[in-house]
């Protein structure tokens, strides 16, 4: 099956830092979405980004199809940033099953 | 209501109980999801419906058992579970095209003793 992975697993940052996630895969996709989970497991849509690049408040994304990888950058983090972030795909030739990364853990120090 | 909910939101069973899990869409999707989230293991997919039938079934053992009975409503009936079932249980529906983003419910987070 497709592989997803996520990089780093997990990542600490001070108050008001940027920072890059990324998400590998190794297949063609149709589908790519970035999550948020929140401390009470509440998966909270960021991004749904097959290919190209988004942006909302201080978060943007960027997905390059063609060479199966999807970055999502955090500026200006705050403490209510920190959870786990995942990266999820639906293979090309699927219709709806998403393919979940392991995660990376943001915890974002005051 | 508006999303994705799921009810009860955390449940505590034996390993003889028969419990189900209830999950309403408010958006007008026609296809709906039940995924598994396990200490330490990426989320699983375990069933998918789209259009009230089933179109995947992810080798799931039988003690769970899943229902659609229309596009707005899934359920996933518990019977003799083990106690390594405990996890997090979470729905999701999407429009049902082709890769179409998938928008989840809060979870139940499920105690098998």
């Known amino acids: 099956g497709i592989q997803v992975e996520q990089s780093p697993p997990d990542l600490i940052l001070q108050e008001g830092a940027n920072s890059t996630l990324r998400c590998n895969f190794s297949d063609s996709v149709n589908n790519l979405q970035w999550f948020h989970q929140n401390p009470w497991g509440q998966l909270i849509n960021l991004f749904y980004?097959?290919?190209g690049t988004k942006q909302n408040g201080r978060l943007s994304a960027t997905t390059v199809a063609t060479e199966r990888y999807s970055l999502l950058y955090i500026s200006s983090s705050q403490t209510t940033d920190s959870g786990v972030y995942f990266c999820a795909v639906v293979m090309l030739w699927d219709d709806y099953k998403l393919s979940f990364g392991a995660g990376t853990t943001v915890t974002v120090r005051a | 209501e508006t999303g994705v909910t799921q009810t009860p939101r955390h449940l505590v069973m034996g390993m003889t109980n028969k419990k189900s899990l209830k999950c309403e869409q408010h958006l007008g999707h026609n296809a709906m999801y039940w995924y598994k989230q396990s200490a330490k293991k990426p989320l699983e997919l375990m069933f998918v419906?789209?259009?009230?039938?089933?179109?995947e079934n992810n080798s799931v053992p039988s003690r769970f058992s899943p229902e659609c009975p229309n596009s707005s409503h899934l359920f996933l009936h518990l019977h003799t579970l083990q106690p390594e079932d405990s996890a997090l249980y979470l729905c999701a529906s999407s429009s049902g095209t082709r890769g179409g983003e998938q928008f989840f419910g809060p979870g139940t987070r499920l105690t098998v003793l």
């Open positions: 419906y789209s259009l009230e039938e089933r179109v």
């Open positions: 980004i097959p290919s």
